[in-house]
């Protein structure tokens, strides 16, 4: 074997065929440097493990032919790998999604991009999750991407693993405090644990450098400098080749310079990384220069200057899509109309009298040991008192389970309060209730005066023996008015049998409901954050097939929806809006055919109440002004400006009704709600839905088709059988005798259309990314380059000629590997025939039969016909792709160009001689150094190989 000769590997089946590129021997042992074209890769090989593609030229000069079955497979195999390549997109025929026309103009909007760099702004509820997935599986397929880190807030973590995990068969490990202490210990102290996982999710908070100043104690001096160095550092450097963040108007850097720990997080992995995006609502949070810097993220040669955010260049890197204008392909609007009731719960003085003490007991305790919390600065403390403040108001029967914990920790003298960094507490408010109480439990924050000590143990006691006098004999007010509202809603919507989804934020209250409705009759099914991935599945399906009720707590709750259901009762209300209107999303989001009724339950006459009563009142003014779609776009960014759970909690310990600064506090939320959001409309354009049209779904659904025509046939050519099930004509199982070292005996749950797997998430989706279709395809494509073949077609009938099929591949260094199937149909008096070579460009329903007629051609002659028109057809594609290529690649130099110029325009205001001139410098190297990528970037390589020859008898 000799360099630039095409050959295959066992070793590397999977990669397809390859070209040796350099030879070396040594030990008497001989070893080839071989690219694989198709996966991007260079891999050194024995050449004892690499065997030679035999041309198709030569099999059929030496009449060795294929079966009509061989022949037909290799045509499907290399056509579903031209189609991977091509610039539709591919990736959603692969995953268990519906997709929709303004998900895949935002896919195809980032990978028509020069540099795949963009701010995704949808509005709330259009699925950015699923965007930016396909986006990267899209990358993933071309062999653009391989190492992915995907940053959030604490609290959506598990709801990314999660729908990346169901949706897309994908792995993401967590990093959190907790798994990087594991790994530490499980790799050593100093190696690089990110570069470890390929595929990794962490909290932002998690991840951003932590601050340094001199009144830090030497604990947590060391511990902040070994953060700064394994965490944050050690990921900046981990060789990502994409990044994806989410929430990311959290974000700022101000008009001083002056910029958060999370900005210079999202700052140092934008330098480094090639793919980036960023996902919010609400890029616009009221501050020009803050937008101006988190669009700099994105593209710094664009905006490098105020002037530089005006909608035009906004537009070029932003996909905006509308929640009320977006539709399906049939043309329907996606989301149905949602009726949100708030419904207050009065207590009876007679019969609710043991509750309404034990509320009132709880707000002293909160409100005095808040007080005293405050002294001692104590956090963890104003934490669980916080936490209290929404148990008591969630059940008694919670609240109950909570003290009796507190109790028992403040009576052990052998307990003491555990050393915590504040810093672990940065993404605190973002993690759901069930989790914020489980962690204080274990954290057992007590106070430094013994004396408060001994004075909690009565009172918590006190608490305590209330708690149990409320459960005796009665069930709480909220519970009563539960049982009085589902039978309520069986009646006015006049069915028994209506799904109702019940959200709270404690498992103890949730085993109440439970327990309650169960009693009465109710078929019940529950999810919390104690559930595994698979036990929350089979408690929706529960829901969806038996049970009429489901209990969730967020934490549960997130990454699961619930479309078949469209009733949703609040029990307990999280403080911060965001949250709420993250449960409500479980069943008002895309699917939904009904229109949505949400409930949200409070207790009547208790601070908390007044509270919510002043803020919603100035949410409802911006609902009222832009509307529901655009208030909800902003709650997570006024969250992060307010702190909704800290100003109720601040507002219950002072127990005021009539405090002026809650007037004031609520008039600056709605302030900045109205500035956001006209800033956010002026400047940022959304995307124009008339593009849609330009999409063919149907091309989606013959990837699907294709896949399921391969299987079958591959199948068939083994001997085994492909068998559907009777109930599901959709669904197939098969029995499989193919690599089974690394496949599975047996395939029982198999679909091809995506959009079934909605329904049944157990299935395998088979697509080009499965295992068995790419093993399948890379041994199918080895075999079936030579035949002769019979076509029984009529309107051909006695045509004859040879069948060139060629493959032309496009490829550059950086992100472009593309590939053409050029089938070329000479006639027996060697002219080209346009006609039957497009006919014979698909062969999925032609009926192909070996001929064992003898060949009687002078094959050459027809060669070098053939390669004479493929050259002319690669020619024209390649001076497209070119003239298209190059166009991209001037525009990014000449934003490149315009970004320098405005660096050295700073720069030669610098005014000591020696520093300008060594800044000069740098930014010569550093000019030079990007062009030099980009030029390298910019050139194209063709390559023409045929795959296939076959004489065709049409009869």
């Not at 195999?77 to 997709?99: G, R, Y």
């Not at 798994?179 to 951003?208: A, H, M, P, R």
């Not at 960023?278 to 905006?303: C, M």
């Not at 029995?735 to 959009?755: A, C, E, G, V």
């Amino acid at each position: 074997m000799e360099i630039d000769e095409k050959v295959v590997s066992e070793l590397y089946a999977e990669y397809g065929p390859g070209t040796i590129i350099s030879k070396n021997k040594m030990f008497d042992k001989e070893f080839c440097k071989v690219f694989f074209g198709s996966a991007g890769k260079i891999v050194e090989i024995e050449l004892d493990d690499l065997r030679p593609i035999d041309s198709p030229i030569n099999l059929f000069k030496s009449n060795i032919f294929s079966s009509s079955i061989e022949f037909k497979l290799s045509s499907i195999a290399h056509t579903i790998e031209v189609m991977a390549s091509s610039e539709k997109p591919l990736s959603p025929a692969n995953f268990k999604i519906k997709s929709l026309p303004h998900q895949l103009l935002t896919l195809d909007f980032v990978m028509n991009q020069f540099r795949p760099r963009c701010l995704l702004a949808d509005e709330v509820g259009l699925g950015k999750t699923i965007e930016a997935a396909l986006i990267m599986e899209e990358l993933k397929l071309r062999n653009i991407v391989k190492r992915v880190l995907i940053i959030t807030p604490a609290g959506l973590i598990n709801q990314w693993k999660d729908e990346l995990k169901l949706k897309f068969s994908e792995n993401f490990s967590i990093f959190d405090g907790e798994t990087f202490k594991s790994f530490k210990q499980l790799y050593g102290q100093e190696t690089n644990c990110w570069l470890k996982f390929d595929q990794v999710i962490t909290s932002i908070d998690f991840l951003k450098p932590k601050k340094m100043h001199n009144d830090l104690l030497e604990y947590e001096l060391k511990r902040r400098q070994e953060h700064n160095k394994y965490v944050f550092k050690d990921c900046v450097n981990a060789n990502w080749d994409m990044v994806i963040i989410d929430e990311a108007h959290k974000l700022s850097k101000y008009k001083t310079g002056e910029e958060t720990a999370r900005f210079k997080l999202g700052n140092s992995l934008s330098d480094g990384v090639p793919v980036f995006l960023i996902l919010t609502a609400t890029p616009h949070r009221g501050e020009p220069y803050v937008f101006k810097n988190l669009l700099s993220l994105v593209d710094p040669y664009r905006f490098n200057k105020l002037e530089d955010v005006k909608p035009e260049n906004i537009n070029k890197m932003t996909v905006r899509n509308k929640k009320r204008a977006c539709i399906d392909f049939n043309g329907n609007r996606l989301f149905k109309k949602r009726v949100t009731t708030l419904c207050k719960i009065k207590w009876d003085e007679g019969v609710d009298e043991p509750e309404i003490k034990l509320y009132h007991a709880i707000v002293e305790y909160i409100i005095e040991y808040y007080n005293y919390a405050q002294k001692e600065k104590n956090n963890i403390l104003i934490f669980l008192l916080m936490l209290y403040e929404r148990i008591v108001a969630s059940s008694s029967k919670a609240i109950l389970k909570s003290l009796g914990k507190r109790l028992k920790t403040l009576k052990s003298l052998t307990h003491k309060a555990k050393k915590i960094s504040e810093s672990l507490l940065d993404d605190f408010s973002e993690i759901p209730g069930e989790k914020q109480l489980e962690f204080v439990e274990k954290i057992v924050p007590i106070l430094n005066n013994p004396d408060l000590v001994r004075k909690e143990i009565k009172i918590v006691s006190n608490c305590i023996e209330l708690a149990k006098k409320a459960l005796i004999g009665r069930n709480d007010a909220k519970l009563r008015k539960l049982i009085e509202i589902i039978d309520d809603l069986k009646k006015k919507i006049n069915d028994k049998n209506i799904k109702i989804l019940i959200f709270t934020e404690f498992i103890e209250t949730q085993r109440y409901i439970i327990e309650s409705l169960e009693k009465i009759g109710y078929k019940m099914a529950f999810i919390n954050g104690k559930l595994s991935l698979s036990g929350r599945i089979l408690q929706k399906q529960r829901f969806r097939d038996k049970a009429q009720i489901l209990v969730s707590t967020d934490a549960g709750g997130e990454g699961i929806n619930l479309q078949f259901c469209y009733v949703i009762i609040n029990y307990d209300l999280p403080w911060n809006p965001m949250k709420i209107e993250q449960r409500i999303g479980r069943v008002d989001r895309i699917g939904q055919d009904k229109d949505v009724i949400a409930i949200n339950f409070i207790l009547e006459d208790t601070i908390e109440e007044y509270v919510r009563e002043k803020i919603e009142y100035k949410l409802q003014l911006i609902k009222d002004q832009f509307g529901e779609d655009k208030l909800h776009d902003i709650l997570s960014t006024l969250n992060e400006e307010f702190n909704f759970d800290r100003l109720y909690v601040e507002y219950i310990a002072k127990n005021r009704y009539n405090d002026h600064s809650l007037e004031n506090i609520s008039d600056n939320i709605y302030r900045k709600a109205k500035e956001i959001l006209e800033n956010d409309e002026i400047l940022i354009p959304f995307t124009d839905m008339e593009k849609v049209k330009d999409f063919e779904v149907e091309d989606i659904r013959n990837i699907s088709k294709k896949n399921r025509i391969f299987s079958e046939l591959f199948l068939k050519n083994r001997g085994l059988e492909f068998n559907e099930y009777k109930d599901n004509p959709a669904l197939f199982y098969f029995r499989n005798d193919f690599r089974t070292d690394t496949l599975r005996n047996r395939y029982s749950k198999i679909i091809f259309d995506q959009s079934i797997g909605l329904d049944i998430e157990d299935a395998e989706l088979f697509c080009i990314k499965h295992p068995f279709i790419k093993e399948a395809i890379a041994l199918s494509k080895n075999k079936g380059r030579a035949s002769h073949l019979y076509i029984d077609e009529n309107k051909f009938h006695g045509t004859v000629g040879v069948l060139f099929n060629w493959l032309f591949t496009i490829s550059n260094s950086f992100n472009i590997y593309r590939q053409y199937l050029i089938p070329i149909f000479i006639n027996n008096n060697l002219k080209y025939n346009r006609r039957l070579s497009e006919y014979l460009r698909n062969t999925d329903n032609l009926s192909l039969e070996e001929c064992n007629k003898k060949v009687d051609c002078n094959i050459d002659d027809y060669y070098h016909q053939a390669l004479a028109v493929a050259e002319k057809m690669a020619e024209n594609i390649f001076w497209e792709m070119e003239q298209d290529w190059g166009m991209k690649t001037n525009m990014d130099k000449e934003k490149l160009e315009k970004y320098y110029r405005q660096k050295a325009k700073a720069v030669g205001r610098i005014k000591i001689d020696n520093i300008r001139e060594g800044k000069r410098n740098e930014l010569r190297k550093e000019k030079a150094q990007e062009l030099t990528e980009l030029k390298k970037q910019s050139h194209l390589f063709p390559e023409l190989d045929c795959i296939q020859i076959a004489e065709i008898i049409f009869r």
